[in-house]
């Protein structure tokens, strides 16, 4: 579902948009002056409008054109980064006037001040921009301001689009009046209109409205207990004020103390919070809160007495600590003579009475205090009675998809309406950890009236994230704890502070209790709107003595609400026009998919909320809300001014394309007609079944269990594979057909047409880092080799950009590079290249699947791979040499060479640099290849065996006892290898992951063991091995060659796409040249750029 807990299916409108993309489209059709905070919000709206307008710089038929950013001195850095990474266009700082070159750039950004000189002499013009954007343009009240200076150069005609920002009027709690009148003098100036779009004036147009209910508490009278408690605590109080700590002038002399004594808060501050924390529960909440805010601050002193590094602040806390229990002490004899009821109501205050027994106004009618008794299944008499009922189990279950019944098992809809989910919103943590002990005592001692309350609170996070992560990860478990059980409804009462108001999601609460006056007209709207049930209440307390206050303060935001709406360009669905609408709907006919009289039907007054209904349904995030588009547009249909509606459906509806209604009078009509088309078209394209309810997972379970239910006889000529997961499931995953790229199709070069030859290059970029290279490898830059691969295709390849690969030896860029053109090859040639590319697939990649056979003339999308050299002038060119070599030996197997050959070897070391090697002794059918990594020169066949076992004293030893091996070549150096690559993506970063976040590394030891110890160490004689005709510099590129080739053909995919979007829509270069150079592909990161800020740091 992409509809969260809380919200609601519109059935009057269509389900509207983020109020983001409300002030964007806004913005995209006129000049418009929006109501914005916070840099995220103002980047999105400015970037996407700058984006959305954008095709009128590209135009080149058209007279030059820019975009103004006009902003403050502080935003510009995050502004100019934004432009340039998340749009193509060029943004031009202005710091200075002077030598103004605009030619290569389509954004300027500057402020205010430099705007203004650039108009007054006449570097810019008004005429010449595109889209000016003001941001903070409340500036323009202030009279011969520069703001107000800039705005007498805009022309009323001008065609330039105008976006001001001001700041958010919510936040503003003034005259709505006086707010008015400076918007409407701002949009005079700018020739705007203005858009009051916002999550708030969202929260007014679109979500439930509860009824209100302002409860007057009278004021808390003076307990006699209160005086002996505030007596005890005023010494106290007096005690800690006298208290002298100044450490400081103790060690003035020693600078060494200096800084952390600074750092050290006095000892008096928390005990004196404490004490006031506790006193305002005695004023307001009445003794029996405060006994349990007493208890609670204990807990509090005796965690701080564990906390706590010095001595004083020990003291104080362990003072404080006996005063808290002396007062426990006082309360226990007073309340001693009392039941926990009669504690509860006679030593509460009024505001603590009036919200218990608003609680028990909202008890439920089922409840019943002694109703624990659960009535329990016959599994024995269920099993004998399936088969018999199975005729009507299966009836049952087609009635329940009949009339759309997919509700959960177990929970009715009487039991959800009559379930209560409320909100208690208070002003801090002392507050609501009090009500919280109060309900849980309410419910335990008056069963009959509170003992369907199950609460819980939760309050805002206090550890530092960074000096107390332990702590901050348990507070954070501890709130989602209490999140779950309250979605879940295990807990039916939540206490909170302001922490709830937004940002959260939670069900939809059916009574919201705001304890304590709202601060702002925001908190006030944020509260307000969790009451989103049909039938919800907002109860807001206060004492009677502010009566007037309040009264006056909430007839201040009736008017806030007023101006708001009243400058929305969606406005609120007038009541009049929809009863006026409703007489016409009987005119078209319903549309009714069953043929029974009974069966479900949609009409004009209900197709628009099916169409929400349906949107809900389809998949997607929990943070993506999904909704159709639409749009109203005026025609004259037989002479007479009607209204069409267009309805596009969210891109992952199988619906494509735009719905049009029929003409109607009023845009209401137009609306409802256009939504009764989807609804028929949905039905035809199978997204909604024969009772129009949306076809999803939910439909095959609908009310019974499906597992229970026998199949017909046609469903079990249906073929289904019951291990595959049933659509519309998390595991269910949806294939697509791989394609090669147009340039690499039908290319395979033949004999006698000419060719091209385009080289692999591989440059290294950073090499790997130290602590990442665990044996202590030689690095081997790629472009030092000589030798390497080349594509050889008979069709041009388009431009690409490099493109990063990661291997053993760090960050390697990848490019391609054209070398020959009209190349004329013959027979020879070709079956020399074919038994390279076969050789190379097969025996080095070991890429050949099973009873595949290698045939290059039966596939379309052929090209072929050749190895290259590089000659000592940089020339590049086939290496045919090496291809005839590979021809000779391409059949030679692994066979054991006798002693008798092997009486004169002499291993050729210079050879051995750059070698693959594998020991012909072992797996001769799948034998293993090895790079030289280092030619031991301290080490022969005589020097000893690593490890413990006696029987193999020396290397000599080891192949003699092991393979019956004698070893010619006594001084012969011995070869530290290691294995070839078996990875073979190298797409991704192997060292870092793709944040750029480098992972953890071995340890010191474990690195020194690998480099060090021999028996860590694959060691190999040369004489016992076979040399590869691929040098290890040329078998190193070839592993990468499988994600270089499938990034090769992503990249020209790509280019295709960019291609049809600039014939579409003309949108950039139809033909680029094929020298054209792109900018390099990355991560957003390159790995010398991680290592630098990482030595930096």
Not at 46 to 59: G, Y
Not at 263 to 286: C, R, W, Y
Not at 541 to 548: L, P
Request: some cysteine; charged content about 25%; hydrophobic content about 35%.
């Amino acid at each position: 579902m992409a509809l969260t807990f809380g919200d609601n299916i519109h059935t009057k409108t269509f389900t509207p948009q983020e109020y983001l993309v409300e002030v964007l489209s806004s913005a995209k059709n006129k000049n418009v002056i929006i109501s914005l905070g916070g840099l995220t919000n103002k980047v999105f709206v400015i970037l996407n409008l700058i984006r959305e307008l954008a095709f009128k710089i590209h135009r080149k038929y058209e007279k030059r054109k820019w975009t103004l950013l006009i902003l403050e001195e502080t935003e510009i850095d995050q502004y100019m980064f934004s432009i340039r990474h998340l749009t193509d266009l060029k943004p031009l700082l202005i710091k200075s006037v002077n030598d103004l070159d605009l030619i290569n750039y389509e954004v300027i950004v500057t402020t205010e001040n430099q705007c203004l000189e650039m108009f007054e002499k006449k570097y810019l013009d008004f005429d010449q921009l595109n889209l000016v954007i003001f941001n903070n343009c409340q500036k323009i009240t202030v009279i011969n301001s520069t703001y107000f200076k800039v705005c007498n150069f805009i022309k009323a005609n001008s065609k330039c689009r105008i976006l001001g920002i001001v700041h958010p009027l919510f936040e503003l709690d003034s005259d709505p009046f006086f707010i008015e009148d400076q918007l409407k003098f701002i949009s005079n100036k700018l020739f705007s209109s203005i858009e009051t779009a916002s999550d708030i004036v969202s929260i007014l147009r679109h979500c439930c409205k509860p009824k209100e209910v302002f409860i007057e508490c009278a004021v808390q009278t003076e307990y006699v207990i209160n005086s002996t408690i505030k007596s005890m605590v005023q010494s106290l109080t007096e005690f800690l004020n006298d208290h002298n700590y100044e450490p400081a002038i103790i060690y003035s002399d020693d600078e060494e103390y200096g800084e952390e004594l600074k750092q050290i808060s006095h000892p008096k501050n928390e005990p004196l919070q404490m004490i006031a924390d506790f006193l305002d529960v005695l004023k307001t909440m009445g003794p029996y809160c405060a006994d349990k805010a007493a208890l609670t601050l204990l807990y509090m002193v005796e965690k701080l007495k564990v906390k706590t590094k010095y001595e004083r602040h020990y003291i104080l806390l362990c003072i404080v600590s006996t005063l808290l229990i002396q007062i426990r002490a006082t309360f226990d004899d007073i309340f001693y003579n009392y039941s926990n009821i009669d504690k509860i109501l006679k030593f509460s205050s009024p505001r603590v009475l009036r919200i218990i027994d608003t609680l028990k106004q909202f008890k439920p009618k089922s409840f019943k205090p002694d109703n624990n008794n659960v009535e329990v299944c016959n599994d024995q008499k269920d099993k004998k009675d399936r088969t018999a009922k199975s005729k009507s189990v299966r009836r049952n279950w087609k009635l329940a998809r009949r009339y759309g019944t997919h509700r959960k098992q177990g929970r009715s809809r009487d039991q959800y309406e009559e379930t209560v989910c409320a909100i208690v919103l208070v002003k801090n943590k002392m507050t609501a950890s009090i009500l919280y002990y109060l309900f849980l005592d309410l419910k335990n001692s008056n069963k009959d009236d509170f003992g369907w309350i199950q609460p819980q609170y939760t309050v805002d996070k206090e550890a530092d994230p960074i000096a107390e992560p332990k702590e901050f990860e348990i507070e954070h478990k501890k709130q989602e704890e209490t999140l779950r059980r309250f979605r879940q409804r295990e807990c039916n009462v939540l206490i909170g502070t302001k922490v709830l108001e937004a940002g959260i999601d939670l069900p939809r609460c059916n009574l919201v209790v705001n304890y304590n006056i709202p601060l702002s007209y925001k908190s006030y709207l944020r509260t307000k709107s969790r009451a989103k049930t049909l039938d919800a209440h907002y109860v807001l307390m206060f004492d009677e003595n502010v009566t007037s206050n309040i009264l006056s303060c909430f007839k201040l935001y009736k008017d806030i609400n007023k101006m708001l709406l009243s400058h929305c360009t969606l406005k609120d669905i007038n009541m009049e026009k929809e009863i006026y609408a409703d007489r016409y709907n009987w005119c078209v006919t319903p549309f009714k998919p069953g043929k029974k009289e009974d069966s479900a039907f949609v009409d004009m007054a209900s197709a628009i909320g099916l169409v929400n209904r349906y949107c809900a349904k389809l998949p997607s995030d929990t943070f993506t809300k999904l909704s159709p588009i639409w749009k109203i547009q005026s025609v004259i249909y037989e002479n007479k001014p009607m209204f069409v509606c267009s309805i596009r459906l969210p891109i992952n509806s199988p619906i494509k394309h735009d719905i049009h209604g029929h003409p109607m009078p009023c845009e209401i009509l137009a609306k409802r007609i256009a939504a009764l088309e989807v609804c028929r078209q949905l039905h035809s394209q199978g997204e909604l079944d024969d009772t129009l309810q949306p076809i999803t997972k939910e439909s095959f379970h609908a009310l019974f269990n499906a597992d229970e239910v026998l199949a017909d006889a046609e469903d079990s000529l249906i073929p289904w594979d019951t291990e595959e997961p049933r659509p519309g499931t998390n595991k269910r995953r949806q294939y697509y057909y791989k394609r090669i790229a147009e340039a690499l199709n039908d290319c395979r070069p033949v004999e006698g047409k000419p060719c091209y030859l385009y080289a692999i290059l591989l440059n290294m970029n950073c090499p790997v880092p130290e602590e990442q290279n665990t044996r202590g490898r030689r690095i081997h830059p790629p472009e030092e080799s000589i030798h390497g691969f080349g594509i050889l295709t008979m069709k041009l390849i388009p431009s690409i950009p490099s493109f990063p690969i990661y291997t053993r030896c760090g960050e390697v860029y990848v490019s391609l590079k054209p070398i020959k053109t009209n190349m004329l090859l013959t027979h020879h040639q070709l079956d020399n290249i074919a038994i390279f590319l076969n050789y190379t697939f097969t025996n080095v990649l070991r890429l050949q699947k099973c009873h595949v056979a290698f045939d290059p003339t039966t596939t379309h999308n052929c090209y072929y791979i050749v190895p290259t050299l590089r000659d000592a002038s940089g020339l590049i060119d086939i290496d045919w040499n090496f291809l005839d070599n590979m021809h000779k030996c391409k059949d030679n197997k692994l066979s054991i060479i006798t002693n008798e050959d092997r009486i004169n070897f002499q291993p050729d070391i210079e050879v051995l640099k750059d070698a693959v090697v594998t020991p012909w002794y072992r797996n001769q059918e799948q034998p293993q290849y090895f790079y030289v990594a280092e030619i031991c020169t301290h080490l022969n066949p005589k020097s000893p065996f690593p490890g413990s076992i006696e029987n193999y004293k020396t290397f000599e030893d080891y192949y003699n006892l092991k393979y019956n091996l004698k070893i010619q070549n006594l001084e012969q150096p011995l070869l530290d290898v290691d294995h070839t690559s078996a990875r073979l993506n190298f797409l991704t970063p192997r060292y870092m992951n793709r944040k750029g976040v480098i992972l953890p590394t071995s340890s010191d030891a474990t690195k020194r063991a690998k480099r060090d110890n021999l028996s860590q160490k694959q060691i190999l004689v040369p004489e016992l091995c076979n040399v590869h005709l691929f040098p290890a510099s040329m078998w190193r590129k070839a592993v990468s060659l499988p994600c270089i080739l499938y990034r090769i053909n992503a990249l020209l995919l790509a280019d295709e796409i960019r291609t049809i979007v600039a014939k579409d829509i003309s949108l950039g270069l139809l033909n680029l040249s094929f020298d054209h150079i792109w900018e390099p592909l990355d991560f957003g990161w390159t790995m010398k750029d991680v290592l630098i800020k990482r030595k930096k740091k």
